[in-house]
């Protein structure tokens, strides 16, 4: 049994502060696990975080319950962009009139990722910080270097049907799990977030991290900041946007390869302007060629276009075996999502 202490907070001062005291009591739990999980966590929705706790995966020591903070309200910036409060659900925000006007890209994501009931209990700064399904960093009785570094990833020489196929390492090839976060990434958001020294902004972009020699560390945030909020930019692709997400079965369920695809196309010579394609499913984090994403401009609109650009993305990739059909899968699918940006059927 993962025994651990609870606390709740009323205010971001009062989460902050709590997040980095341990308290007498939380000593006397015993020796904490293997592992580099801060002993301290957060918790809102719980989504994840609680089958983390129950799977063996994670082993917090105290748990500060930040549901009570007024941290939940979507509303209008003086940018002209858009706030996302960090509890803000999933749910509500999907179906919120002004994501739903100006960023439909954003809750088409939203409604393709896990089941209603979960989208309802799920937060939006929860959703950042999910951990990656691989099958062996949910089982505890295997080695994994995201649990433990330098114990090994049996994804390599194993079953590796879902994992990563770009912007992987030698110790990890797991992928990053959220249809949030890919649309997130081709719309540039900005995290905001608070902690002991104050408040920053991280680029979304920097947000996530690759692998390398260190798999276990997921984000750029500190183990003592809070995620308050999340910040759309004024444009939002609302006239040329798509979100596609291939799967096993239709619904509740994590994406084989996914695609934000958003385009400002000049509506008089039918040229690109601007072009965001971030890619999910393949890789540790949202991933995104800026280089490709460059080679449309100035570009018509058209298939080889698409084609093309699709092909850079995907030039460096690389399978496991299990996984090689992600690659054309990913080609495919990026060709595919731009045409629907643009508003082509596709059969």
């Known amino acids: 049994m993962n025994r651990f202490e609870y606390a709740r907070s009323g205010s971001v001062h009062d989460a902050l ?18 592992g580099t999980d801060p002993p301290m966590k957060f918790i809102a929705g719980g989504t994840n975080l609680l089958d983390l706790v129950k799977e063996n995966v994670m082993h917090p020591r105290l748990l500060v319950d930040i549901n009570g903070l007024p941290l939940d309200r979507i509303q209008p910036t003086a940018e002209g962009g858009l706030l996302l409060g960090a509890l803000a659900r999933n749910a509500d925000t999907a179906y919120h009139p002004l994501v739903q006007e100006r960023y439909p890209l954003l809750s088409a994501a939203i409604l393709a990722g896990a089941s209603p009931q ?9 959703n950042l910080l ?57 719309l540039e958001a900005v995290v905001l977030v608070s902690g002991p020294q104050g408040d920053r902004r991280i680029a979304f972009a920097d947000f996530h ?9 997921d984000t750029t945030l500190a183990a003592d900041e809070l995620i308050t909020g999340i910040a759309l930019p004024p444009e939002g692709f609302g006239r040329h946007s798509a979100y596609l997400k291939l799967r096993d079965r239709q619904s509740y369920a994590f994406a084989l390869v996914s695609v934000a695809a958003a385009l400002e196309i000049d509506e008089a010579s039918g040229e690109i302007r601007e072009a965001r394609v971030a890619l999910g499913g393949v890789a540790h984090k949202p991933w995104r060629d800026r280089e490709a994403e460059r080679s449309l401009i100035g570009r018509r609109a058209v298939p080889a276009a698409f084609e093309a650009m699709a092909a850079m993305v995907l030039a460096d990739a690389q399978g496991c075996g299990h996984n090689d059909f992600k690659i054309p899968m990913a080609h495919r699918a990026v060709v595919r999502a731009l045409e629907r940006a643009c508003g082509v059927e596709v059969a």
């Open 130 to 186: 999910q951990r990656t399904r691989c099958y062996y960093f949910y089982d505890a009785g295997v080695p994994c270097n995201k649990r433990q570094p330098g114990s090994g990833c049996p994804a390599r020489g194993g079953l590796n049907r879902i994992h990563a196929v770009l912007g992987a390492s030698p110790q990890c090839i797991a992928t990053h799990p959220s249809d949030m976060c890919v649309a997130l990434a081709a």
């Open 118 to 126: 979960l989208r309802n209990m799920a937060t939006n700064g929860g």
């Open 209 to 217: 991290r690759l692998p390398g020699d260190r798999p276990d560390i």
């Open 17 to 34: 502060r709590a997040i980095r005291q341990v308290p007498a009591m939380v000593d006397a739990l015993g020796p904490e696990p293997l």
